[in-house]
């Protein structure tokens, strides 16, 4: 059983980092004297320790940056560079964000565009129109989306609220 992080370990890690600047594998020398592996620490550092991050909540146009920035610069094999969106992130708003935290706001949109997708899916009816995969992803493109089936008209708005969840209003078009 591995041993849990306490506020004493993280006091040991920052006054070990802060005092060990300049050492050339700082994170492996630490992990020599304090029960846990160089990679456990780092991830601790460079997503809460770490006296230069940002634990401010996100702000709307911080995550409209995040939502356009992504597809524009992921590489083959959905490959993400996560360091060049931290940099950019920090030189447009003045704010370091830690990795972790610019994944978990992709990510969290993300599932919520997918749930989005299986609500709207759920409405049309299966005689009328067919929807696979690819065609309601062009749909999602701007988040914004009128879907016709029938006399039945989807409005989906997949936007960052408070709550952070995908509202969808659903309206019946009678004429």
Not at 112 to 121: D, S, T
Request: aromatic share 10%; glycine share 2%; charged share 35%.
């Amino acid at each position: 059983m591995r041993p849990k992080l306490s506020r004493e370990h993280d006091q040991i890690i920052r006054d070990f980092m802060y005092k060990n600047k300049s050492v050339k594998y700082p994170l492996a020398t630490l992990s020599k004297s304090i029960p846990f592996t160089s990679k456990q620490i780092a991830n601790l550092w460079w997503n809460k320790l770490d006296p230069n991050l940002c634990h401010e909540p996100f702000s709307l146009e911080e995550k409209e940056f995040i939502y356009r920035w992504v597809p524009k610069h992921t590489q083959p094999r959905q490959k993400i560079q996560w360091k060049a969106l931290q940099s950019e992130m920090q030189a447009k708003f003045g704010k370091f964000r830690s990795r972790n935290d610019l994944k978990n706001i992709r990510n969290s949109k993300q599932r919520q565009i997918k749930r989005a997708k299986v609500e709207v899916n759920s409405i049309l009816p299966d005689d009328e129109h067919e929807f696979d995969g690819e065609n309601v992803d062009e749909l999602y493109r701007d988040y914004k989306i009128d879907i016709e089936a029938g006399d039945n008209i989807a409005v989906i708005e997949a936007e960052a609220g408070a709550s952070n969840k995908a509202s969808i209003d659903y309206m019946l078009n009678k004429n």
